[in-house]
């Protein structure tokens, strides 16, 4: 099952740069929480803060109810699975070896390479196991790099426009593939974005500008939009 994930006040600065100013947030586990806001307004520097690749200057993030240290956060990153915009495989290493890679320095209780191949038939690649990521598509790499985000069965998966470098109609597969994915292993995800249409598919929509939290509402299901338009007439 997925993790919760508390902030409070938890402020950043680069510089003279607010990336984030005293933002205080409630991410229930199992949840999938869309972050929204313009370029620079702090949803990047809000997911590596969460994912422990980077610190606070002040306040405190916890997970399920125990604050990250400021050290030794290895284990913390290990339970974490994250895509980005651009997708980061390697390019030497074929697609199989691509997803077993973060694991590889551990000793693991389970077979990473049958792992890997169940993730990539889970994402929709089996037969292209050893082939290079230049021989892939967009979409195909990104399907790659969500199988590597969880080869260690992850409880929080965080990913970073998603989307970002996809053309409309790979973009909604992903989308897709991301929330069948979350239904089948049961993570918490919390996923910046552009794409209203992502942003849509999520069960909450929290939006930043300039560091702060501007808005935090809750996304209906059109089922129950409609259900409730019903009841009211
Ligand atoms: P977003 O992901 O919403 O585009 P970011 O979290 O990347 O926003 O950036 C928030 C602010 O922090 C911006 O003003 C950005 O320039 C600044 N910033 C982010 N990361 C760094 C960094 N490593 N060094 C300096 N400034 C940074």
Do not use: W
Request: aromatic residues 4%; hydrophobic residues 45%.
């Amino acid at each position: 099952m997925g993790v919760a994930i508390t902030l409070q006040q938890v402020s950043r600065t680069y510089g003279s740069a607010k990336a984030l100013h005293e933002v205080s947030l409630e991410f229930p586990a199992g949840g999938t929480t869309a972050l929204m806001g313009h370029s620079g307004a702090g949803k990047s520097t809000l997911l590596q803060l969460i994912g422990g690749m980077d610190l606070p200057d002040s306040g405190e993030i916890r997970v399920d109810g125990q604050a990250l240290p400021r050290r030794g956060l290895d284990g913390h990153r290990r339970r974490i699975g994250f895509v980005f915009q651009r997708f980061h495989l390697l390019p030497a290493l074929s697609a199989v070896d691509n997803v077993l890679a973060p694991v590889l320095p551990y000793r693991v209780s389970f077979d990473r390479k049958a792992r890997a191949r169940e993730l990539l038939a889970a994402v929709g690649l089996a037969d292209r196991e050893r082939v290079l990521p230049s021989e892939l598509s967009g979409g195909q790499q990104q399907r790659v790099a969500i199988a590597r985000a969880l080869i260690g069965r992850p409880p929080l998966l965080l990913a970073d426009e998603p989307t970002g470098a996809l053309d409309s109609g790979t973009g909604r597969e992903i989308v897709d593939l991301l929330l069948r994915l979350r239904d089948q292993y049961g993570m918490t995800m919390i996923i910046a974005t552009h794409n209203p249409e992502l942003a849509a598919t999520c069960d909450r929509l929290i939006r930043l500008a300039d560091g702060r939290v501007v808005g935090d509402d809750a996304i209906l299901p059109a089922a129950d939009v409609l259900d409730r338009i019903g009841r009211l007439g």
